[in-house]
């Protein structure tokens, strides 16, 4: 696959799943279902759906921009995998969405791995001058 072509499928998966999330975080913001009743079950409150809800949009944000496109993924990673515990352990049913929105954030983080990388040396090399 030729870097333009890649470059551009990353873009349409990062404003795909963006998009997911963004409105994820409204139902979230807005009380609704199945949200309301999820954070209900696992007895954190509407504080936790907030946050939740915050981190989301912070993420989306992330996802738009190019050197913290891989960061907001593999965050949004570790979102799915709790979402997905969350929805099999706890509420008793399938996974599908959060384990796509999982594979989403999964390819992503692969392929804005270099960017990534690139903050990361960027931050340490921060550190280290600080």
Partial sequence: MTTTLRTIGLWILQVVTAAAFLLAALGKFADAEPAA???DAIGAGDWLRYL?????VAGVVGLLVPPLAGLAALAFAALMVGATLTQVLVMG???FLPLVLLAL??????GRRSSTAKLWSALRSREQHG
Wanted: charged share 5%; glycine share 18%; aromatic share 12%.
């Fill in 37 to 39: 009743s999820t954070f």
């Fill in 105 to 110: 954030s999964l390819v992503i983080a692969w």
């Fill in 93 to 95: 049913g399938g996974a």
């Fill in 52 to 56: 939740v809800g915050a981190l989301e």
